[in-house]
């Protein structure tokens, strides 16, 4: 296969794991509606004049300070439709697949019939066992940990399963085979989303950090996605980040995972220089995971801005059939003190490349139209949801 149907010979899909641009419709019934991610960072001070250019302040409400008088591609944003607010249901909407249940969630902690068995395979009793922020239970029980060996479990308000490990008491090799006993009873017996395994190092309360070798062991998607449709047709899928791990390798050729979001796209800017077609994934998980889930805004803004000052890198690779997208999966607002947790929120849509049309794309009512929009571009599907923009993006 030579040619796409479509315009776009090459999609570069970046997703900034996080950045809600406010409340969605529905926030209200998920105790979201306080909700605005890019809002509140923004608030805290970011220099970001090439997300500006692309139009990510001209999104209704536009954005104080952040507007641009002429965006230089296509704008809009996206609510979801998928029944949650975690990072599968809110990536596999982007690739077309609506979730129309919610994954199990455990604010309690597990209950017996899931500790159980786990302990009794894995020959280790755990910590924990409580809703807690990743950060928060490191202080509280990194120390015993240290003394038993006993893994940290713990939850959140997401359908997860994590499990906590000090990389000298558990090394990550054995942490992943420990992760894969929790998902095998979590996920696959009790319909939990994902299992995370979450090793650290340091030595005490005040110097624990989590690695960068982190790994996610998640459910498959329920249905089909842009992805399988893309594999099946012959195009190549690119992963970078943890895209391998929210698919479960499906529908991708190859994979690579990454350190940071500067690491990601480094690896993205390799990949644009030898994948010639087809689709590159990427996700940049640290908005997410080290600046909303802890809520530090100004972290957040600060890596804003770095990723702003990486885009003309990224546009640089680029030829003129090729299909610049950066959205979201979900929202994490720093700037809520009462939580840590993802928000239910409109994520960005903006569009750039030779061929793209500029203009205002609106509010769109499912992730999907992305998905869609890449399927009829690529000539594959069809897809299970979502309104193909290809028409209006279109040069």
Do not use: C
């Given at each position: 296969m030579n040619a796409a149907p479509g315009p776009f010979r090459r999609a570069l899909v970046l997703v900034c794991d996080s950045l809600g641009v406010g409340a969605a419709p529905d926030a209200a019934a998920f105790g979201d509606e306080a909700s605005d991610t890019l809002g509140?960072?923004?608030?805290?001070?970011?220099?970001?004049?090439?997300?500006?250019?692309?139009?990510?302040?001209?999104?209704?409400?536009?954005?104080?300070?952040?507007?641009?008088?002429?965006p230089e591609g296509a704008f809009g944003k996206m609510a979801e439709k998928s029944a949650g607010k975690d990072t599968a249901t809110g990536?596999?909407?982007?690739?077309?697949?609506?979730?129309?249940?919610?994954?199990?969630?455990?604010?309690?902690?597990?209950?017996?019939?899931?500790?159980?068995?786990?302990?009794?395979?894995?020959?280790?009793?755990?910590?924990?066992?409580?809703?807690?922020?990743?950060?928060?239970?490191?202080?509280?029980?990194?120390?015993?940990?240290?003394?038993?060996?006993?893994?940290?479990?713990?939850?959140?308000?997401?359908?997860?399963?994590?499990?906590?490990?000090h990389e000298d008491v558990i090394p990550p090799g054995k942490l992943y085979e420990m992760c894969q006993v929790g998902y095998e009873i979590a996920c696959q017996g009790h319909g939990v989303c994902r299992v995370i395994a979450r090793p650290f190092v340091g030595e005490s309360r005040d110097t624990f950090k989590r690695t960068e070798r982190r790994r996610d062991f998640a459910l498959p998607p329920g249905g089909l996605t842009l992805l399988d449709h893309l594999h099946e047709a012959g195009w190549p899928v690119y992963a970078v980040?943890?895209?391998?791990?929210?698919?479960?390798?499906?529908?991708?050729?190859?994979?690579?995972?990454?350190?940071?979001?500067?690491?990601?796209?480094d690896r993205t800017l390799e990949a644009l220089g030898r994948v010639d077609r087809g689709l590159i994934f990427t996700n940049l998980v640290d908005f997410d995971m080290l600046y909303g889930h802890r809520n530090d805004v100004t972290g957040y803004a600060r890596n804003l801005e770095a990723l702003d000052t990486r885009l003309p890198e990224l546009w640089g690779a680029m030829r003129d059939d090729d299909l610049f997208v950066l959205t979201a999966d979900h929202g994490c607002d720093p700037s809520l003190s009462?939580?840590?947790?993802?928000?239910?929120?409109?994520?960005?849509?903006?569009?750039?490349?030779?061929?793209?049309?500029?203009?205002?794309?609106?509010?769109?009512?499912?992730?999907?139209?992305?998905?869609?929009?890449?399927?009829?571009?690529?000539?594959?599907?069809?897809?299970?949801?979502?309104?193909?923009?290809?028409?209006?993006?279109?040069?």
């Open positions: 509140h960072v923004l608030a805290a001070g970011a220099h970001i004049p090439h997300l500006r250019a692309l139009g990510i302040g001209n999104l209704p409400p536009t954005f104080e300070g952040a507007r641009h008088a002429s990536h596999w909407e982007l690739a077309g697949l609506l979730t129309d249940r919610p994954f199990r969630v455990y604010p309690d902690g597990f209950p017996p019939e899931i500790v159980a068995p786990f302990e009794q395979r894995t020959g280790r009793q755990v910590l924990g066992n409580r809703a807690a922020s990743g950060t928060e239970i490191l202080k509280d029980l990194g120390e015993e940990h240290l003394r038993s060996g006993r893994p940290i479990l713990y939850t959140s308000a997401d359908s997860v399963f994590q499990l906590a490990a980040g943890k895209i391998e791990d929210i698919f479960s390798g499906r529908g991708i050729s190859e994979a690579v995972h990454t350190r940071s979001d500067a690491d990601g796209i009462w939580s840590t947790d993802h928000t239910r929120e409109y994520v960005p849509l903006l569009m750039r490349g030779a061929r793209v049309q500029r203009g205002d794309l609106g509010a769109r009512e499912s992730f999907a139209d992305l998905g869609a929009t890449l399927a009829q571009n690529f000539g594959v599907g069809p897809l299970s949801g979502g309104t193909s923009l290809l028409n209006r993006i279109a040069v």
